[in-house]
């Protein structure tokens, strides 16, 4: 009975007409393309120079976008009221943009100069482990960059043996010295016109004090690993952020990190031969910055017209320059390289690299190159 039925020919389907000229008619790929699109306009809103963003992937961009409106928030709750510091005075009649300019560049400068004579590092930590903000220093000591650091957990820097320690210091005070801590006083040192921290009573400040030693990791030529390194702040609340219904008053470990050992008179002379240098694909100098025209006495024409870098490597070192050259090609990031360099005067001076490649439109396009004088 069945048998007997004759199959049906399939219709065939007629074909989809072809999208109009200049319409993308793929849902995700548009999605995707706005996507970019915001992240782009994102990173460029980030405070960091060109080549740093230009190598942040996208989750890094989100990571440091968060921690950057974070900070913003913080100082404006702790910002001072207009005209209790001299920044916020009215501009004098007459007075000239460039001047305001000037003023915040010397400013800006002071507080470089500062942390550079820190001898170690700002960071301020939350209570759940997070970095908060860390200074531009902290390469200098750890061998990371800033970007790399904030708004992540700082147990991963922390050696495992130091970890329960390092929490213990972010918990807050005991009930009876609750009121060490002002309910809404911000605990920032400055203009401010709240009290300052210096105005807590000696009995109360041991609460909110923390001075103790903590290894961190350690990029730069330490054989452990890890750099033991002495914290000394204290805790101080965390205004404007968002308020969770199980901690009303968020509270941050503040303070400043410093060597255990104090650095000797040749390590701070060795701190100043930091250098770092621009350079094209095929590893040509491009740029030098201030420190390694010191180190090796070039100019910046006389580094850029000398053709290949490899003309400043000594021979014994240039097959191990040119295999982490192509891993740095590969990967990004070359590791910890050690060779010699020429000088102008005809010596030869030992230094420590890290190069990394930089994207410009998702191509590479330079190689910046961190490096330390050894000798």
């Known amino acids: 009975m069945y048998a007997g039925r004759k199959r049906k020919k399939p219709v065939p389907k007629s074909p989809k007409p072809p999208p109009a000229e200049g ?3 793929n849902p995700s790929k548009r999605h995707r393309d706005r996507l970019n699109q915001e992240l782009n306009k994102l990173t460029g809103l980030l405070p960091f120079p060109e080549d740093v963003r230009s190598r942040l992937d996208k989750l890094s961009i989100l990571r440091l976008a968060v921690g950057y409106l974070k900070v913003k928030s913080y100082l404006t709750a ?33 507080g470089e ?27 200098d000591y750890l061998g990371f960059h800033q970007s790399d650091l904030i708004y992540q957990s700082v147990y991963e820097l922390i050696h495992a043996d130091d970890r329960a320690a390092f929490r213990r210091q972010l918990h807050r005070p005991p009930a009876h010295a609750a009121h060490a801590f002002p309910a809404e006083q911000p605990l920032l040192a400055g203009c401010s016109a709240t009290p300052s921290p210096q105005h807590v009573r000696p009995e109360e400040r041991s609460f909110t004090e923390r001075s103790f030693t903590c290894r961190f990791r350690c990029l730069l030529d330490n054989s452990s690993g890890f750099l033991a390194l ?30 255990l050992q104090p650095l000797s008179i040749l390590e701070l002379r060795t701190k100043t031969l930091i250098f770092q240098t621009k350079h094209k694909l095929d590893f040509t100098p491009m740029a030098c910055d ?24 000594h021979a014994a070192d240039m097959m191990h320059c040119a ?45 910046i190159a961190r490096q330390r004088a050894l000798s």
């Open 23 to 25: 319409v993308k008619s």
């Open 78 to 110: 702790t910002a001072p009221k207009a005209g209790s510091c001299p920044l916020d005075q009215p501009r004098a009649p007459g007075g000239s943009r460039r001047t305001d300019t000037q003023a915040d560049r010397e400013l800006f400068a002071e």
């Open 113 to 139: 100069l500062l942390l550079q004579a820190l001898n170690g590092f700002v960071i301020a930590v939350t209570g759940d482990g997070y970095i908060f903000y860390i200074s531009p220093t902290v390469q």
């Open 230 to 259: 002495n914290l000394h702040g204290r805790l101080k609340f965390l205004l404007g952020q968002q308020k969770s219904a199980s901690d009303k008053s968020p509270v941050a470990l503040f303070a400043i990190a410093t060597l």
């Open 290 to 313: 201030s420190r390694g025209k010191v180190v090796l006495g070039y100019t910046e024409t006389e580094l850029c017209r000398r053709g290949s870098g490899y003309q400043f490597v």
């Open 323 to 367: 295999e982490n050259h192509v891993r740095m090609m590969k990967t990004g990031e070359s590791g910890l390289t050690v060779f010699r360099l020429l000088t102008k005067q005809g010596g030869w001076v030992w230094v420590q690299a890290n190069a990394r490649l930089v994207y410009k439109g998702g191509r590479p396009d330079c190689i």
